[in-house]
């Protein structure tokens, strides 16, 4: 089993966050970063992933080698910043199943607003990843989770790019048994809902909209 809380402290991580933070930093270079990031990242979280194996032969001889039960994953993207981590990890595990389920935070009350869900079938029967770059309040998160849960999920891990002590403590109260891996835990949270340092809002800078 994950820790609770898994910071991955890599220097290629933190190098590559710390770029993704300027505020100078391109849409185009930023999108990027976060793909890049999200491999390794996506290292991490599929830690301790079922395994089966698989009769292969080598140029030598046959064996039954180790391999993931690739068609045991779902991976669900909180759009819309999710997709950013969603692409590199799917580069890693093709054979995953992917869900999405559609949030906004309302900028005044910073409540969820769900606009859209579609994730695969049996998810009792699958590990199931939840992506999204940004845990702030935690209420976004823990909405998602809780539509997971009542759609059958059981073992579910939360993969972010920043997470705040708030957001953390929010999570973990509602969903003890949700491990989060992310790149770093910052200071804590503004009055407008955003993570300090932090990056800015996550799915403006992906995506040019701001
Ligand atoms: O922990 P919380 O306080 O709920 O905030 C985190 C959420 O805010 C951002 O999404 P946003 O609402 O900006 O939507 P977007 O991805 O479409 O930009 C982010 O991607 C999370 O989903
Ligand atoms: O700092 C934050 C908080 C919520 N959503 C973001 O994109 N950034
Ligand atoms: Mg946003």
Redesign the pocket.
Known sequence: MLEHLTVVSHPLVQHKLTIMRDKGTSTASFRQLLREISLLLAYEVTRELPMTTRQIETPLCQMDAPAIEGKKLALIS?????NGLLDGILELIPAARVGFVG???DPES?Q?VQYYCKVPDHLEDRVTIVV??????????VAAVDLLKQKGAREIRFLCLLASPE?IARMQAAHPDVPIVTAAVDECLNDH?YIVPGLG????RMFGTK
């Open positions: 909180i759009l819309r910043a999710g949030l906004y935070r910073l969820p999204d770059p940004m845990l702030a309040t935690g209420n976004s998160s957001g809902g809002d996550a799915g403006d």
